[in-house]
């Protein structure tokens, strides 16, 4: 297959096959936790579990007193991945055109000098972060096998969309194409992994804001 | 008949709710719950990072209620849940957690890791798989009705030291009162004054409380190894006593997880929920405050702190309380780094000071509580558990710190107007 043939691949079929495993994936997910279902307290509670619930859904991206001593680099690295990574994927131009042509509104993007620096401190830390895993006790301890594999897929569309961007390498049209099967592989891989965490983080967050809330207590 | 790695799993499986499915989805392994945990800080061992406590149960997960695992569990990818695994999980979740829920307050998905851990010591005690200490502690308190054994004679003997002590009577299953005051085994027979200060305190106050002679202890072993069953059966004991005695208000004394099983658990427990209340006693020393009715004079002048019990204060919400009620006697009252639902454990909650196994380990994680309190340079420290007092005791006297341990309660007695 070409170039020009992959990447007309990748938009059309290619794509379609991604999001319907993501979604089929997602969908399974919530229903399988859903299924599961949870007892009604009976104790007294001393306060609304509603606000404290909604709160920790949203305070909960802060460290903890003291904490962000502890693992600076976790915190840090955490954030700016995590912010850099939405950054370029919404406020690039050419992706804000994409999600035009499927949502049917777009919105001002960053110019591109930015999004280069984001994109490049966005890989750097990620690089940081997997350094950190190999060394850290803890992390390295902790680490399995879908933790490596969660970081390739994250990465791997940072780095081709960082390698089209500076029209790198011989053939754009490939480089392109590969960029694209590269989210493509993210969304049929997220369903599957650790990376459910971006759809249940909010959900754990509110049943311990919650917990701790009808109980008094502000976590 | 089932192996017990069978049993584990079956626990497991009806312990698992919608929460720890999302808990268990939403971990990204990034570590950080091992540094709000005190065995962790305190031996930088990374096998005490709290979610890895729980990789039994996460297994049992991730094969039985996921998509993909049942896939690998029909491929025969994965493998069943075995008793080897179980016991060498068995210190981890007994020797080295405290079920101080700290971690729960730093994961930044916001896993509630301590509620997981209650859960799965359910499926440890449905294997058989837990520390002999905790094992006799429950036997006995099933048996006698205390975990340290204490009997209804022995209660009375107490009461009877007591009442000479304060000059006051100690009511005993007196029908209609007002505050039924349960105490733990520590109380009646280590510290036993605590059944004085609270003589001395409602006298002033003007209330009428009692004791019940068939629900005197108020701590649950069934709470601390992970049994409901001996939980419930711990609870309605409690709930019998009260109802039989027709009191408006069940009192916790100064213990941790009595709180815990009595206030959040034992509705859930025994399946329905009180015609009574349950309050802390700092709750009620609190309300009394607030009404006028705990009038004290004098002041403690030394520097003080206040070490929070976990299970009172974190996990139990009386966190003002406490500070309201020393503030009344204590004029130089400090807090320690990180007070309130921040507080480090003192190492023994949780049924580990009941596991002669754990000691050198708790002796070790106090270090944690030593540089707390070195950093203050306090010549006192209060609290409000007598396991929290009875660990801080062990611990400061291990490391010759002229520190002395007192009970609130016990010290606003002290105070009160006469």
Known sequence: MSGPELLLWARGTGLQIAVAIFLFGLLARFVELWLLGRKTDLSVARASAVGPGLRTVVSRSLPMPGALKQTPLVFLGGYVFHLGFLATLLFYVPHIHFLRSILGFGWPGLPPFLIDVIGLVTIATLIALLVQRFTDPVRRFLSRADDYVAWTVTFLPLLSGYVAFHRLGTDYTLMLALHILSVELLLIVIPFTKLMHMFTFALARWYNGAIAGRKGVRV | MSTPAERATNAFLEQIDRPTAAFFESCVHCGMCAHACLFYTETGDPQYTPIHKLEPMRRVWEREFTLFGRVKKWLGLSKPLSEAELKTWEPLVYDSCTLCGRCSLTCPVGNDIVYMVRKMREGMVAAGIAPDGLKEASIRAVRVGS?????????KAQIAHAEKDVGLKIPLDQEGAEYLLLMSSAEIMQFP?????????????GVSWTLCSTAFEATNSGIQIGSSDIAAQLVQRIVD????????????????????????????????PYPFKVQHILEVLDELRAAGKLQTEGMEEAKL????????????????????????????????????????????GGGVSANERAEPLRIKVFSRKKHQLDQLGVSTVVTACSNCRNMLEEGLEHNHMQVSVLSLTEMLAEHLKE
């Open chain 2, 193 to 205: 004054e605590f059944m004085g200060a609270a003589a001395k305190i409602f006298a002033q106050a």
């Open chain 2, 305 to 348: 702190t206040f070490h929070d019990p976990c299970q009172i204060v974190r996990r139990g919400g009386v966190v003002e309380q406490p500070r309201n009620l020393l503030r009344m006697v204590a004029s130089n009252f400090v807090e320690m780094e990180d007070p309130g639902i921040y507080n480090w454990c003192c190492g023994g």
């Open chain 2, 241 to 272: 006593g009260a109802e039989k005695l027709k009191v408006k208000t069940v009192i916790s004394p100064e213990c941790g997880h009595a709180y815990t099983a009595l206030r959040w658990e034992g509705p859930n427990l025994i399946g329905r």
């Open chain 2, 147 to 155: 975990p340290m054994g204490v009997t209804l004679q022995a209660l």
